[in-house]
């Protein structure tokens, strides 16, 4: 019985490698074909965002950090809108159960998530007075007296409007603020990213080289 390692051959290595670059493309392909799906099927530009303020927050019992009331009718950093673009009639102003809109900030482009107060219609232009639910004095549901300059004093107008907020997952937008926020998330991500592949793909290799061929 004669027992001798077999030496992988460089042709298998170099196979193995290509399917891990061809399964890293898929995988950013498939991402990247989900995104612009549903810029299509939810008619708006940005049809995700992560709230990275808490000015939407009412809080309770002085917290509003999203963990202890996840599911109240409230935003919170870290949650995950999905966005829908929608025509400025048929927004719900009716406040306090009014829509929650996504506009751009005139001033930097900046992406801004308030409840609308009221509308008004001048020279055919439609303009959103807003309002976030927890900036104060007067916190959601009661009516406020003042609404969030931005600076225009008739609102935000219509062509401003980027959508409305149709749902919210709590919690999972704290990654994407994790990666962001912190000069240390995304070397985090790509080096768990790498051990993913590493564990997947060249770990079971370095088994295969290893494993003794046993011939009578």
């Not at 309770?60 to 999203?66: M, S």
């Not at 950093?77 to 929650?100: F, M, R």
């Not at 980027?162 to 990666?179: A, D, H, M, Q, S």
């Amino acid at each position: 019985m004669l027992t001798k390692k077999i030496a992988l051959p460089k042709k298998i290595w170099k196979k193995e490698l290509f399917k891990v670059v061809i399964g890293i493309t898929l995988i950013v392909g498939i991402v990247l074909g989900a995104f612009y799906s549903f810029q299509l099927l939810l008619n708006t530009h940005y049809p995700f965002l992560t709230v990275e303020s808490g000015s939407m927050c009412i809080p309770h019992d002085g917290n509003c950090d999203g963990w202890s009331h996840p599911f109240d009718n409230t935003l919170h950093v870290g949650d995950i809108l999905i966005i829908q673009g929608i025509k400025p009639e048929e927004l719900n102003t009716h406040y306090p159960n009014s829509d929650i809109i996504v506009y751009k900030d005139p001033k930097n482009n900046n992406l801004i998530v308030h409840r609308i107060i009221s509308k008004q219609t001048i020279n055919g232009t439609t303009y959103f007075k807003t309002k976030g639910d927890a900036n104060g004095p007067i916190l959601w549901p009661n009516n406020p007296f003042y609404f969030d300059d931005i600076p225009d004093p008739r609102g935000v107008p219509q062509e401003l409007v980027v959508g409305k907020v149709l749902l919210r997952i709590p919690w999972f937008g704290n990654i994407t603020l994790f990666i962001k926020n912190n000069p240390y998330g995304l070397p985090t991500i790509a080096t768990l990213i790498f051990l993913l592949a590493f564990v997947e793909f060249i770990l079971p290799l370095k088994k295969r080289k290893k494993k003794p061929q046993t011939t009578n």
